[in-house]
């Protein structure tokens, strides 16, 4: 079973089996990974900027491996990965404490003003009066 699709990583035309990747950049993956992994054996105090440029495997990539829990930053102090908002490194999640709170209010905000736009259609014709004779 399979779809025709386009694969995320190099967009050629595939059958998705389910990992919206080509079997090409599979491969690729898995050798992106295997080098960064042997690195990382050896330098254990690498950042992720430097692992980068050592292993030719992009930072995106590389975070993406963090995040899957492939590569374990327990053991690497300085390994982060930056936030995908705003490039703050980051040990956890997608977004920085500062970005993740900052999505949570505007999620909060859009929430909030659909309630006030229901409490209008349900009888707020008084409000709408009201707004009107501001001075
Ligand atoms: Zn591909
Ligand atoms: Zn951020």
Redesign the pocket.
Known sequence: MGNLANCRRCGKLFVNVGKNICPTCVQDIEEEYTRCAEYLRENKLVNIYDLSDETEVPVKQISQFIREGRISIAGNPNLAYP??????L?REGR??????ERLNKGIKQVLEEKIAEEDVQKGGYYQLGNKKDKK
Do not use: D, M, P
């Open positions: 936030c995908e908002a705003c490039g703050t980051i977004l920085c404490n500062k970005c993740s």
